[in-house]
């Protein structure tokens, strides 16, 4: 390679880096959202790999059984909206997994026959929002919505190879 294919290579590294530094926090940031919902909702885990523990209210473990769902440990999958509400939000502030807002959603047990024959449905909870749930879990299991210091490795490697695959690129060095 000559100097001036060196120069302009360089030029052309400079000219992209702030689109390759976007590009690896957003791989960053990505896999820390697919880390951190996997750890949460299929394994049902802290940020520090302990298990949520049992359910200690009847009434929710009917609620959940009545939906067809498991009941033998705690787990966050009912409908699917606070699986929804965690997202990456990339902003001119920076980057950040999120949990969106969602509104109250009240939880009703099957619909059942009055003696009469109208159909009653009873209200189980008044329903909560995604991040009264959140602050929840972390109240009573230990930190979940956050990243685990595993999570925030993992996805740092996976920044630093999105870096380094850009600048490899650019510079023609594959």
Do not use: C, W
């Amino acid at each position: 390679m000559t100097l001036t294919e060196f120069n302009t290579r360089i030029e052309a590294l400079g000219a992209n880096i702030d689109t390759i530094v976007e590009n690896s926090m957003e791989r960053i940031m990505y896999n820390a959202e697919a880390l951190i919902m996997e750890r949460i909702f299929n394994k049902n885990e802290n940020t520090q790999g302990k298990k949520f523990g049992q359910y200690s209210s009847e009434e929710y473990k009917n609620f959940r059984k009545s939906r067809g769902l498991q009941t033998n440990h705690v787990d966050l999958q009912v409908d699917g909206d606070l699986m929804r509400s965690i997202a990456t939000n990339v902003s001119s502030n920076g980057y950040a997994v999120i949990i969106k807002e969602t509104p109250k959603k009240p939880y009703s047990k099957p619909p059942t026959k009055t003696k009469d024959g109208k159909e009653r449905t009873r209200k189980v909870g008044s329903g909560t929002t995604t991040l009264v749930i959140a602050r929840r879990m972390d109240k009573n299991y230990g930190l979940t919505f956050g990243a685990s210091s595993d999570e925030v490795k993992e996805s740092i490697l996976a920044g630093q190879e999105t870096f380094n695959d850009e600048i490899k690129r650019i510079l023609k060095l594959n």
